[in-house]
């Protein structure tokens, strides 16, 4: 079992920054892929970034230039630095891991971030 507990969420101007931590617990944290995704209200979850182990990330292409994911191993923690926010990035964020010993993801509750224009 894992478990993903989100923070750092909240109200923005556009134009502003947020920065997202994701604490994990229940197995190693360094073998651990993981990524962040957002769901607005009546839409689909999307992606938005990952990392795998050994460091290597990805993002989607709206956010790409604008967040910055990274992992502190030592500390068990998943961050996504927000940066020049949008309107548009309002959603919940959550957290996902995919442990290597895991052929099943595990999800945070999310927290919410709230951009205004």
């Known amino acids: 079992q894992v478990q993903l507990v989100e923070s750092g969420g909240g109200l923005v101007q556009a134009g502003g920054s947020l920065r997202l931590s994701c604490a994990a617990s229940g197995s190693p944290f360094s073998l651990n892929a993981m990524g962040w995704y957002r769901q607005a209200p009546g839409e689909q979850r999307e992606f938005v970034a990952s990392i795998t182990s050994s460091g290597t990330t990805t993002y989607a292409n709206s956010v790409k230039g604008r967040f910055t994911i990274s992992r502190d191993n030592a500390k068990s923690t998943l961050y996504l630095q927000m940066n020049s926010l949008k309107p548009e990035d309002t959603a919940v964020y959550l957290c996902?891991?995919?442990?290597?010993?895991?052929?099943?993801?595990?999800w945070g509750q999310g927290t919410q971030v709230t951009v205004s224009s």
């Open positions: 996902k891991a995919r442990p290597s010993w895991s052929p099943v993801d595990y």
